[in-house]
Protein backbone atom coordinates (compact mmCIF):
# COMPACT_ATOMS: atom_id res chain seq x y z
CA UNK A 1 0.00 0.00 0.00
CA UNK A 2 1.29 3.49 -1.03
CA UNK A 3 1.33 5.66 1.80
CA UNK A 4 1.05 9.54 1.31
CA UNK A 5 4.22 11.02 3.35
CA UNK A 6 4.26 14.46 5.40
CA UNK A 7 4.71 17.40 3.95
CA UNK A 8 4.19 21.10 4.48
CA UNK A 9 1.26 23.19 4.47
CA UNK A 10 0.30 23.83 0.96
CA UNK A 11 -1.52 27.68 0.71
CA UNK A 12 0.70 30.22 0.09
CA UNK A 13 -1.66 32.80 -0.17
CA UNK A 14 -2.76 31.26 3.31
CA UNK A 15 0.19 31.82 4.88
CA UNK A 16 -0.13 35.12 3.74
CA UNK A 17 -3.02 35.85 5.28
CA UNK A 18 -1.88 34.31 8.19
CA UNK A 19 0.46 37.15 8.54
CA UNK A 20 -1.79 39.66 7.59
CA UNK A 21 -3.78 38.50 10.41
CA UNK A 22 -1.29 38.36 12.65
CA UNK A 23 -0.09 42.23 11.88
CA UNK A 24 -3.70 43.26 12.17
CA UNK A 25 -3.95 41.57 15.59
CA UNK A 26 -7.67 40.17 14.46
CA UNK A 27 -9.39 38.56 16.85
CA UNK A 28 -10.86 35.19 15.69
CA UNK A 29 -13.92 36.26 16.93
CA UNK A 30 -14.17 39.56 14.74
CA UNK A 31 -13.54 37.37 11.82
CA UNK A 32 -16.71 35.01 12.06
CA UNK A 33 -18.87 37.56 14.10
CA UNK A 34 -20.96 38.13 10.41
CA UNK A 35 -21.28 34.80 9.63
CA UNK A 36 -22.82 34.02 12.79
CA UNK A 37 -25.12 37.05 12.23
CA UNK A 38 -26.46 35.08 9.25
CA UNK A 39 -29.55 33.51 10.12
CA UNK A 40 -29.87 31.94 6.25
CA UNK A 41 -25.90 30.83 7.23
CA UNK A 42 -26.33 29.58 11.01
CA UNK A 43 -29.18 27.28 10.21
CA UNK A 44 -27.25 25.12 8.75
CA UNK A 45 -24.21 25.24 10.61
CA UNK A 46 -24.96 26.63 14.61
CA UNK A 47 -22.13 28.59 14.38
CA UNK A 48 -19.49 26.29 13.85
CA UNK A 49 -17.24 28.22 11.67
CA UNK A 50 -13.34 28.22 11.06
CA UNK A 51 -11.86 31.90 11.21
CA UNK A 52 -10.12 31.54 8.15
CA UNK A 53 -11.46 30.74 4.29
CA UNK A 54 -9.31 28.48 2.69
CA UNK A 55 -7.80 29.31 -1.14
CA UNK A 56 -6.96 27.53 -4.40
CA UNK A 57 -4.49 28.90 -7.23
CA UNK A 58 -6.05 29.52 -10.54
CA UNK A 59 -4.17 26.21 -11.40
CA UNK A 60 -5.66 23.92 -8.62
CA UNK A 61 -9.29 24.79 -9.57
CA UNK A 62 -9.13 24.18 -13.18
CA UNK A 63 -7.12 20.49 -12.36
CA UNK A 64 -9.40 20.16 -9.68
CA UNK A 65 -13.00 20.94 -11.71
CA UNK A 66 -11.42 19.22 -14.77
CA UNK A 67 -10.85 15.75 -13.07
CA UNK A 68 -14.20 15.90 -11.49
CA UNK A 69 -15.91 16.73 -15.00
CA UNK A 70 -14.31 13.71 -16.31
CA UNK A 71 -15.04 11.35 -13.39
CA UNK A 72 -18.67 12.21 -13.20
CA UNK A 73 -18.56 11.65 -17.13
CA UNK A 74 -17.01 8.07 -16.57
CA UNK A 75 -19.61 7.17 -13.96
CA UNK A 76 -22.72 8.07 -15.68
CA UNK A 77 -21.64 6.03 -18.41
CA UNK A 78 -20.76 2.85 -16.73
CA UNK A 79 -23.90 1.12 -17.92
CA UNK A 80 -22.94 1.08 -21.48
CA UNK A 81 -19.20 0.66 -20.81
CA UNK A 82 -19.27 -1.95 -18.17
CA UNK A 83 -23.46 -3.53 -18.27
CA UNK A 84 -24.42 -3.00 -21.81
CA UNK A 85 -26.52 -0.15 -21.17
CA UNK A 86 -28.21 -1.98 -18.54
CA UNK A 87 -28.78 0.76 -15.75
CA UNK A 88 -30.13 -1.84 -13.46
CA UNK A 89 -27.79 -4.33 -14.16
CA UNK A 90 -25.41 -1.34 -12.49
CA UNK A 91 -27.90 -0.40 -9.77
CA UNK A 92 -27.80 -4.02 -8.88
CA UNK A 93 -23.72 -4.48 -8.99
CA UNK A 94 -23.49 -1.44 -6.61
CA UNK A 95 -25.90 -2.76 -3.91
CA UNK A 96 -29.44 -1.83 -4.43
CA UNK A 97 -32.52 -3.77 -4.30
CA UNK A 98 -34.40 -4.64 -6.95
CA UNK A 99 -37.16 -2.24 -5.82
CA UNK A 100 -34.29 0.35 -6.17
CA UNK A 101 -33.21 -0.91 -9.14
CA UNK A 102 -36.68 -0.64 -10.96
CA UNK A 103 -36.56 2.87 -9.81
CA UNK A 104 -33.90 3.87 -11.35
CA UNK A 105 -34.13 1.74 -14.21
CA UNK A 106 -37.26 4.25 -14.79
CA UNK A 107 -35.86 7.40 -14.33
CA UNK A 108 -32.72 6.82 -16.73
CA UNK A 109 -35.38 5.34 -19.45
CA UNK A 110 -37.54 8.85 -18.93
CA UNK A 111 -35.88 11.10 -21.86
CA UNK A 112 -35.02 14.02 -19.01
CA UNK A 113 -30.96 14.70 -19.03
CA UNK A 114 -28.78 14.22 -16.43
CA UNK A 115 -26.69 17.38 -16.35
CA UNK A 116 -23.22 17.52 -14.01
CA UNK A 117 -24.62 18.31 -11.00
CA UNK A 118 -22.24 17.26 -7.51
CA UNK A 119 -20.35 18.08 -4.55
CA UNK A 120 -17.06 15.94 -3.96
CA UNK A 121 -15.27 14.62 -0.63
CA UNK A 122 -11.83 15.46 -1.53
CA UNK A 123 -8.47 15.13 0.76
CA UNK A 124 -5.33 16.67 -0.48
CA UNK A 125 -2.46 13.69 0.49
CA UNK A 126 0.92 14.50 -0.32
CA UNK A 127 0.82 13.52 -3.86
CA UNK A 128 -2.41 16.41 -4.59
CA UNK A 129 -6.50 15.83 -4.19
CA UNK A 130 -7.72 12.88 -3.94
CA UNK A 131 -11.43 11.62 -4.52
CA UNK A 132 -12.88 9.88 -1.42
CA UNK A 133 -16.56 10.00 -3.03
CA UNK A 134 -18.30 12.02 -5.44
CA UNK A 135 -22.16 12.82 -4.44
CA UNK A 136 -24.29 13.36 -7.45
CA UNK A 137 -27.57 14.54 -6.58
CA UNK A 138 -29.74 17.90 -6.05
CA UNK A 139 -29.73 16.78 -2.48
CA UNK A 140 -26.19 18.30 -1.78
CA UNK A 141 -25.68 20.26 1.29
CA UNK A 142 -23.63 23.39 1.41
CA UNK A 143 -25.50 25.18 -1.27
CA UNK A 144 -25.85 28.12 1.08
CA UNK A 145 -22.14 28.20 1.39
CA UNK A 146 -21.72 31.44 -0.40
CA UNK A 147 -23.28 33.27 2.11
CA UNK A 148 -20.10 32.60 4.30
CA UNK A 149 -17.93 34.58 1.84
CA UNK A 150 -20.16 37.18 1.62
CA UNK A 151 -20.11 37.64 5.33
CA UNK A 152 -16.68 37.36 6.04
CA UNK A 153 -15.86 39.80 3.22
CA UNK A 154 -17.62 42.35 5.92
CA UNK A 155 -14.05 42.24 8.00
CA UNK A 156 -11.80 44.63 6.68
CA UNK A 157 -8.41 41.78 7.06
CA UNK A 158 -9.78 39.72 4.14
CA UNK A 159 -11.75 42.54 1.51
CA UNK A 160 -8.34 43.63 1.87
CA UNK A 161 -6.60 40.56 0.71
CA UNK A 162 -8.75 39.50 -1.65
CA UNK A 163 -8.63 42.61 -3.44
CA UNK A 164 -4.92 42.67 -3.69
CA UNK A 165 -4.79 39.35 -4.47
CA UNK A 166 -7.31 39.55 -7.67
CA UNK A 167 -9.42 36.82 -5.62
CA UNK A 168 -13.16 35.40 -6.38
CA UNK A 169 -15.49 33.17 -4.96
CA UNK A 170 -18.42 30.99 -7.22
CA UNK A 171 -22.11 31.34 -6.29
CA UNK A 172 -22.76 27.78 -5.33
CA UNK A 173 -27.01 28.57 -5.24
CA UNK A 174 -26.74 30.46 -8.14
CA UNK A 175 -24.94 28.02 -10.46
CA UNK A 176 -27.40 25.33 -9.09
CA UNK A 177 -30.29 27.37 -10.41
CA UNK A 178 -28.95 27.56 -13.64
CA UNK A 179 -28.80 23.57 -14.09
CA UNK A 180 -32.03 23.51 -12.41
CA UNK A 181 -32.99 25.62 -15.58
CA UNK A 182 -31.42 23.65 -18.15
CA UNK A 183 -31.79 20.07 -16.85
CA UNK A 184 -35.71 20.98 -16.41
CA UNK A 185 -36.11 23.09 -19.53
CA UNK A 186 -38.93 21.39 -20.76
CA UNK A 187 -40.85 22.28 -17.83
CA UNK A 188 -39.75 26.05 -15.90
CA UNK A 189 -38.50 29.31 -17.82
CA UNK A 190 -37.26 32.62 -16.89
CA UNK A 191 -40.12 34.48 -17.64
CA UNK A 192 -42.67 33.52 -15.34
CA UNK A 193 -41.98 32.02 -11.67
CA UNK A 194 -42.22 28.12 -11.68
CA UNK A 195 -43.70 26.52 -9.04
CA UNK A 196 -40.51 24.09 -7.44
CA UNK A 197 -41.65 21.53 -4.81
CA UNK A 198 -38.32 20.81 -1.93
CA UNK A 199 -39.20 16.99 -1.60
CA UNK A 200 -38.21 15.60 1.26
CA UNK A 201 -38.87 11.90 2.91
CA UNK A 202 -41.46 12.24 6.07
CA UNK A 203 -39.11 11.58 8.50
CA UNK A 204 -36.18 13.20 7.48
CA UNK A 205 -38.34 16.56 7.17
CA UNK A 206 -38.98 16.98 10.46
CA UNK A 207 -35.17 17.86 10.70
CA UNK A 208 -33.98 19.48 8.02
CA UNK A 209 -37.54 21.38 6.72
CA UNK A 210 -35.18 24.19 8.42
CA UNK A 211 -32.69 23.71 5.79
CA UNK A 212 -35.23 23.66 2.73
CA UNK A 213 -37.13 26.86 4.36
CA UNK A 214 -33.38 29.02 3.53
CA UNK A 215 -33.47 27.16 0.28
CA UNK A 216 -36.77 28.71 -0.61
CA UNK A 217 -35.68 32.15 0.55
CA UNK A 218 -32.69 31.73 -1.79
CA UNK A 219 -35.04 30.65 -4.98
CA UNK A 220 -37.31 33.63 -4.18
CA UNK A 221 -34.36 35.79 -4.22
CA UNK A 222 -33.72 34.12 -8.06
CA UNK A 223 -37.63 34.57 -9.26
CA UNK A 224 -38.76 30.71 -8.32
CA UNK A 225 -41.63 29.81 -6.14
CA UNK A 226 -40.25 27.07 -3.98
CA UNK A 227 -42.07 24.95 -1.60
CA UNK A 228 -40.80 22.82 0.82
CA UNK A 229 -42.37 19.40 1.74
CA UNK A 230 -42.36 15.95 1.82
CA UNK A 231 -43.67 13.01 -0.44
CA UNK A 232 -46.75 12.73 1.72
CA UNK A 233 -47.90 16.26 1.02
CA UNK A 234 -47.97 15.99 -2.60
CA UNK A 235 -51.30 14.74 -4.50
CA UNK A 236 -52.03 14.07 -8.01
CA UNK A 237 -54.80 15.72 -9.16
CA UNK A 238 -56.24 15.51 -12.83
CA UNK A 239 -52.86 14.73 -14.07
CA UNK A 240 -51.60 17.56 -12.02
CA UNK A 241 -49.22 16.97 -8.90
CA UNK A 242 -49.86 19.71 -6.52
CA UNK A 243 -48.76 20.63 -2.88
CA UNK A 244 -50.12 23.10 -0.45
CA UNK A 245 -52.77 24.42 -3.35
CA UNK A 246 -50.40 24.87 -5.96
CA UNK A 247 -49.68 23.31 -9.42
CA UNK A 248 -46.02 21.96 -9.22
CA UNK A 249 -43.71 22.31 -12.37
CA UNK A 250 -40.70 20.64 -11.09
CA UNK A 251 -39.81 17.93 -8.04
CA UNK A 252 -36.27 19.06 -6.35
CA UNK A 253 -35.78 15.71 -4.89
CA UNK A 254 -34.07 15.86 -1.61
CA UNK A 255 -35.12 12.26 -0.33
CA UNK A 256 -32.88 9.54 -1.49
CA UNK A 257 -32.92 5.94 -3.18
CA UNK A 258 -31.76 4.65 -0.42
CA UNK A 259 -35.22 5.51 1.81
CA UNK A 260 -37.32 3.42 -0.92
CA UNK A 261 -36.56 0.17 0.77
CA UNK A 262 -40.05 -1.69 0.76
CA UNK A 263 -42.73 -2.08 -1.84
CA UNK A 264 -44.71 0.52 0.37
CA UNK A 265 -42.09 2.83 -0.26
CA UNK A 266 -41.90 2.35 -3.68
CA UNK A 267 -46.19 2.96 -3.67
CA UNK A 268 -45.26 5.94 -1.63
CA UNK A 269 -43.61 7.99 -4.40
CA UNK A 270 -45.38 5.80 -7.54
CA UNK A 271 -47.30 9.23 -8.06
CA UNK A 272 -44.04 11.02 -8.55
CA UNK A 273 -42.39 8.78 -10.88
CA UNK A 274 -45.32 8.48 -13.24
CA UNK A 275 -45.65 11.62 -13.13
CA UNK A 276 -42.07 12.10 -14.04
CA UNK A 277 -41.90 9.55 -16.98
CA UNK A 278 -45.38 10.61 -18.55
CA UNK A 279 -43.83 14.14 -18.96
CA UNK A 280 -46.09 16.01 -16.73
CA UNK A 281 -43.28 17.21 -14.29
CA UNK A 282 -39.46 17.62 -14.34
CA UNK A 283 -37.63 16.22 -11.56
CA UNK A 284 -33.95 17.56 -10.35
CA UNK A 285 -32.02 15.16 -10.32
CA UNK A 286 -33.38 12.08 -11.99
CA UNK A 287 -33.75 9.33 -9.48
CA UNK A 288 -30.75 7.40 -10.98
CA UNK A 289 -28.15 9.93 -10.16
CA UNK A 290 -27.40 8.73 -6.82
CA UNK A 291 -26.23 5.78 -9.00
CA UNK A 292 -23.27 7.02 -10.40
CA UNK A 293 -22.12 8.40 -7.07
CA UNK A 294 -22.54 5.41 -5.51
CA UNK A 295 -18.78 4.26 -3.79
CA UNK A 296 -19.45 1.04 -5.64
CA UNK A 297 -19.55 2.86 -8.94
CA UNK A 298 -16.42 4.65 -7.66
CA UNK A 299 -14.47 1.30 -7.03
CA UNK A 300 -15.20 0.00 -10.74
CA UNK A 301 -13.62 3.15 -12.05
CA UNK A 302 -10.94 1.92 -9.36
CA UNK A 303 -10.73 -2.01 -10.09
CA UNK A 304 -8.13 -2.47 -13.04
CA UNK A 305 -9.78 -5.19 -14.40
CA UNK A 306 -11.88 -2.98 -15.71
CA UNK A 307 -8.97 -1.12 -17.69
CA UNK A 308 -9.95 -1.96 -20.74
CA UNK A 309 -13.28 -0.02 -20.88
CA UNK A 310 -11.11 3.42 -20.93
CA UNK A 311 -9.30 5.21 -22.65
CA UNK A 312 -5.24 5.86 -21.85
CA UNK A 313 -6.08 9.34 -20.79
CA UNK A 314 -8.93 8.56 -18.76
CA UNK A 315 -6.68 5.74 -17.07
CA UNK A 316 -4.41 8.35 -15.95
CA UNK A 317 -7.54 10.87 -14.52
CA UNK A 318 -8.59 7.68 -12.57
CA UNK A 319 -5.06 6.61 -11.28
CA UNK A 320 -4.05 10.25 -10.70
CA UNK A 321 -7.39 11.03 -9.03
CA UNK A 322 -8.81 7.97 -6.88
CA UNK A 323 -7.78 6.37 -4.10
CA UNK A 324 -7.52 2.44 -4.46
CA UNK A 325 -10.98 1.02 -3.97
CA UNK A 326 -12.41 -2.49 -4.01
CA UNK A 327 -15.61 -4.01 -3.80
CA UNK A 328 -15.30 -6.58 -0.77
CA UNK A 329 -15.28 -10.13 -2.24
CA UNK A 330 -13.19 -12.89 -1.94
CA UNK A 331 -10.51 -12.06 -3.98
CA UNK A 332 -9.38 -8.27 -5.65
CA UNK A 333 -6.10 -7.04 -7.17
CA UNK A 334 -3.96 -5.09 -5.23
CA UNK A 335 -2.10 -1.69 -6.13
CA UNK A 336 0.26 -3.09 -8.51
CA UNK A 337 -2.28 -5.36 -10.47
CA UNK A 338 -1.80 -8.68 -8.53
CA UNK A 339 -4.71 -11.31 -7.74
CA UNK A 340 -4.74 -11.00 -3.83
CA UNK A 341 -7.20 -12.79 -0.96
CA UNK A 342 -8.97 -9.74 -0.16
CA UNK A 343 -9.53 -9.99 3.47
CA UNK A 344 -5.91 -11.09 3.89
CA UNK A 345 -4.85 -7.95 2.14
CA UNK A 346 -7.16 -6.11 4.18
CA UNK A 347 -6.07 -7.63 7.74
CA UNK A 348 -2.46 -7.18 6.67
CA UNK A 349 -2.84 -3.19 5.86
CA UNK A 350 -5.53 -2.48 8.05
CA UNK A 351 -3.47 0.84 9.52
CA UNK A 352 -3.86 2.11 5.88
CA UNK A 353 -7.43 1.24 4.65
CA UNK A 354 -11.08 2.44 5.04
CA UNK A 355 -14.63 -0.07 5.06
CA UNK A 356 -17.27 1.86 3.53
CA UNK A 357 -21.19 0.82 2.83
CA UNK A 358 -22.13 1.54 -0.91
CA UNK A 359 -25.59 2.66 0.05
CA UNK A 360 -25.23 5.17 3.16
CA UNK A 361 -24.42 8.53 3.43
CA UNK A 362 -22.87 10.79 5.86
CA UNK A 363 -20.30 9.25 7.35
CA UNK A 364 -22.98 6.26 8.72
CA UNK A 365 -21.67 2.79 8.70
CA UNK A 366 -17.56 3.07 8.01
CA UNK A 367 -15.01 1.52 9.79
CA UNK A 368 -11.65 3.49 9.53
CA UNK A 369 -9.10 0.64 9.95
CA UNK A 370 -6.96 2.54 12.19
CA UNK A 371 -9.18 2.93 14.99
CA UNK A 372 -10.52 -0.45 15.62
CA UNK A 373 -8.57 -3.26 16.60
CA UNK A 374 -7.34 -6.38 14.85
CA UNK A 375 -10.39 -8.58 15.82
CA UNK A 376 -13.06 -5.98 15.41
CA UNK A 377 -11.68 -5.29 11.94
CA UNK A 378 -11.39 -8.70 10.89
CA UNK A 379 -15.50 -9.35 11.83
CA UNK A 380 -16.12 -5.89 10.14
CA UNK A 381 -15.02 -7.43 6.66
CA UNK A 382 -16.02 -10.80 7.29
CA UNK A 383 -19.76 -9.42 7.05
CA UNK A 384 -19.14 -6.75 4.33
CA UNK A 385 -18.41 -9.87 2.28
CA UNK A 386 -20.07 -10.25 -0.72
CA UNK A 387 -22.52 -7.27 0.14
CA UNK A 388 -22.96 -3.56 -0.46
CA UNK A 389 -19.11 -2.43 1.14
CA UNK A 390 -16.07 -1.39 -0.20
CA UNK A 391 -12.56 -0.78 0.90
CA UNK A 392 -10.61 1.84 0.01
CA UNK A 393 -6.69 3.20 0.49
CA UNK A 394 -6.52 5.95 3.49
CA UNK A 395 -5.66 8.69 2.34
CA UNK A 396 -4.00 11.24 5.02
CA UNK A 397 -4.53 15.08 4.60
CA UNK A 398 -2.08 17.28 4.80
CA UNK A 399 -2.46 19.77 7.34
CA UNK A 400 -3.57 23.34 7.05
CA UNK A 401 -2.44 26.12 9.29
CA UNK A 402 -5.67 28.27 10.60
CA UNK A 403 -5.54 30.70 13.07
CA UNK A 404 -5.67 29.33 16.62
CA UNK A 405 -9.46 29.62 18.61
CA UNK A 406 -7.62 31.93 21.23
CA UNK A 407 -6.29 34.08 19.24
CA UNK A 408 -2.50 33.47 20.03
CA UNK A 409 -0.82 31.43 17.64
CA UNK A 410 -1.92 29.27 15.04
CA UNK A 411 -3.22 25.56 15.11
CA UNK A 412 -3.86 22.23 12.18
CA UNK A 413 -6.25 21.57 10.55
CA UNK A 414 -7.37 18.54 8.66
CA UNK A 415 -9.92 19.17 5.77
CA UNK A 416 -12.24 17.74 3.48
CA UNK A 417 -12.67 19.97 0.39
CA UNK A 418 -16.54 19.82 -0.81
CA UNK A 419 -15.86 21.14 -3.96
CA UNK A 420 -18.94 21.69 -6.45
CA UNK A 421 -18.85 20.45 -9.83
CA UNK A 422 -21.31 21.84 -12.63
CA UNK A 423 -21.83 21.68 -15.95
CA UNK A 424 -19.26 23.45 -18.06
CA UNK A 425 -20.89 23.68 -21.11
CA UNK A 426 -24.22 25.27 -19.86
CA UNK A 427 -22.48 27.83 -17.73
CA UNK A 428 -19.36 28.56 -19.83
CA UNK A 429 -17.20 27.86 -17.01
CA UNK A 430 -15.04 25.12 -16.02
CA UNK A 431 -17.18 23.66 -14.24
CA UNK A 432 -16.03 24.79 -10.42
CA UNK A 433 -19.49 25.69 -8.27
CA UNK A 434 -17.36 26.73 -5.14
CA UNK A 435 -16.10 24.81 -1.75
CA UNK A 436 -17.47 24.08 1.42
CA UNK A 437 -14.63 22.85 3.46
CA UNK A 438 -15.06 20.79 6.46
CA UNK A 439 -12.12 20.77 9.45
CA UNK A 440 -11.16 18.83 12.47
CA UNK A 441 -8.05 18.90 14.48
CA UNK A 442 -7.68 15.12 14.71
CA UNK A 443 -5.15 14.09 12.58
CA UNK A 444 -6.46 10.18 13.11
CA UNK A 445 -10.00 11.37 12.01
CA UNK A 446 -11.35 8.92 10.15
CA UNK A 447 -14.45 11.18 8.08
CA UNK A 448 -14.06 14.90 8.21
CA UNK A 449 -18.13 15.51 9.11
CA UNK A 450 -19.97 18.30 10.71
CA UNK A 451 -21.22 14.73 12.97
CA UNK A 452 -17.95 14.38 14.21
CA UNK A 453 -17.42 18.00 15.65
CA UNK A 454 -16.21 19.42 12.10
CA UNK A 455 -16.05 23.00 11.27
CA UNK A 456 -16.24 24.82 8.10
CA UNK A 457 -14.71 27.07 6.26
CA UNK A 458 -16.01 28.84 2.67
CA UNK A 459 -13.24 29.31 -0.44
CA UNK A 460 -11.82 31.86 -2.33
CA UNK A 461 -10.04 31.22 -5.63
CA UNK A 462 -7.42 32.60 -7.83
CA UNK A 463 -9.19 34.19 -11.12
CA UNK A 464 -5.40 33.71 -13.10
CA UNK A 465 -6.21 37.77 -14.04
CA UNK A 466 -3.64 40.18 -13.91
CA UNK A 467 -4.54 42.60 -10.00
CA UNK A 468 -3.90 46.20 -11.18
CA UNK A 469 -2.27 48.51 -8.35
CA UNK A 470 -4.85 51.46 -8.02
Not at 135 to 160: K, Q, V, Y
Request: with cysteine.
Amino acid sequence: MKLSAPCAPRSGLGTEYLDLLKQRQADPAELTQHVIADELVTVAYKGRFLASPVFLSAEERRSVAGDLYQIHRLLTELPERLFGGDTAALARAVGMTEIQADVVRRAAAAGQPLLPLARSDLYRGADGFKLLELNITSALGGFENAGINRAMLMHPALADFVTQHGLAYADTFGGIVEMLYAECAAHMDRESRPVVALVDWPESFKSYEPRLKVMAALFDEAGIDAVPCHVGQITDRDGRLEVAGRTIDVLYRFFLVEEIETAADAEFVEPLLRAFEEGRVGMFSRFDSELYGNKGALAMLSDDRNRSAFTAEEQACIDRFLPWTRHVRATATDAAGEEVDLVKYAVAHQEDLILKPTLLHGGSGIVPGWTVGAEEWLAALTAAMDGPYVVQERIRPVPEIFPADDGVGTQELFLNWGVFLIDPQVTGTDGYNGCLVRGSTDPEVGVVSMTGGARVACSFYETGEAVTSA
